[in-house]
């Protein structure tokens, strides 16, 4: 198994294979999250011919990144049905990748499958009942079935190995990336902001974070932007009412901006004064390394990779502890030169994570398994 590199130089030219890959498309139906960035970013750079299939149980509409591939709809009301009865009747033939973890039982054809994380079955209670459903049911055999394993980090491939019996040398780490187009622009300016990017949901520690923003001094308090769609469970589902009593009690206001386009995510990752994930746990973590490639100063939980990408680009506090965030804002907030020299450090070391690197491993992983 490799360990995870810290620099990715891109091949200087890349050779086509003739593969035939099918891509279980149910990451990219609907607004795209971790996973959805992920099977993008690298569906669209698998250098192989004819262009790889995305097979789905409804419409993809955003295919940004993606034109360049095929799309077969086969709709059908229930995603877990779709994949399970559905699926093997469409790859037949090639190799299939399974980007959320699990294949179909029935497949007859070699797999190659992405580990994100295990939450669904370390944390039940923080997941939807068809989400905790949908991969626990499925993934100690798709585990057993898959020819090569994509893991996006070594914390989760050591996981796979300690939980379910599987061979190192069957796992190799295909780190998420960054893509060229975050990139550094204008620094924040006269209306400051905390930035954080991801699903609004328990597990992203943003209970933590209002706790954090409520220990600032009023006066020297920046707005709080939270960009992302809602998601579920009782912090989620009153976070909006807890924030609006923040406002009235301490007259500032905490921005809820829904799903963002790309564009108006890097304009936020541009312009913001401290971009803060408090994640309680993360496979990977993309958002501090879209942040970080953006110029923004970035307060993280050190969770998934993010240590390992982050290294001393970016403040690092231990997922959980509010007192501890609350400390790392205080410090960002209060340093122009500590900001400045973040802004410095971040793309710097985002440019060590690339795409482009990311498909190349994962078509030699398909070939590899395909053989």
Excluded at 10 to 39: C, M, S, W, Y
Excluded at 310 to 318: F, N
């Amino acid at each position: 198994m490799s360990s995870l590199p810290t620099q990715y130089p891109l091949p200087a030219t890349r050779f086509v294979k003739q593969l035939e890959i099918t891509i279980d498309g149910r990451p990219l139906v609907g607004n795209r999250t971790g996973i959805g960035v992920h099977t993008a970013e690298i569906a669209g750079r698998l250098a192989v011919e004819p262009p790889p299939l995305i097979a789905s149980q409804a419409e993809i509409e955003d295919r940004t990144e993606i034109e360049s591939c095929r799309f077969r709809i086969d709709r059908a009301p229930n995603g877990i049905l779709w994949q399970q009865f559905v699926l093997p009747r469409i790859a037949r033939s090639g190799v299939l990748w399974g980007p959320h973890g699990t294949i179909p039982v029935a497949l007859r054809i070699p797999s190659v499958v992405t580990l994100h994380d295990f939450t669904s079955i370390t944390m039940p209670g923080r997941h939807l009942l068809k989400t905790v459903l949908s991969f626990n049911l499925f993934i100690g055999r798709s585990l057993e079935r898959a020819g090569r394993i994509a893991a996006v980090s070594r914390a989760i491939a050591d996981e796979a190995i300690r939980s379910f019996g599987v061979p190192a040398a069957k796992i190799e780490i295909v780190p998420n990336g960054v893509a060229e187009f975050f990139s550094p622009g204008d620094h924040a300016g006269l209306d400051p902001y905390i930035l954080y990017v991801g699903t609004l949901e328990p597990r992203k520690g943003l209970e933590d974070l209002l706790f954090a923003w409520n220990t600032l001094p009023p006066a020297r308090r920046p707005r709080l932007v939270l960009a992302g769609d809602v998601g579920w469970g009782r912090a989620s589902q009153h976070l909006r009412e807890r924030a609006a009593d923040d406002v009235l009690r301490h007259y500032k206001d905490i921005e809820f901006t829904g799903f963002v386009t790309r564009e108006r995510l890097r304009e936020l990752y541009r312009g913001a004064t401290v971009f803060a994930y408090p994640s309680h746990f993360e496979g990977f973590g993309i958002p501090p390394l879209e942040a970080m490639a953006c110029g923004a100063p970035v307060i993280a939980s050190r969770t998934g990779a993010v240590a390992e990408y982050a290294g001393d680009a970016a403040l690092l506090v231990r997922p959980g502890d509010r007192y501890a965030l609350a400390e790392a804002l205080k410090r960002l907030l209060g340093s122009e030169s500590l900001r400045r020299e973040l802004r410095a450090r971040g793309p710097e070391r985002a440019s060590h994570y690339r795409w482009g690197r990311s498909a190349a491993m994962m078509t030699d992983l398909l070939g590899e398994a395909a053989r």
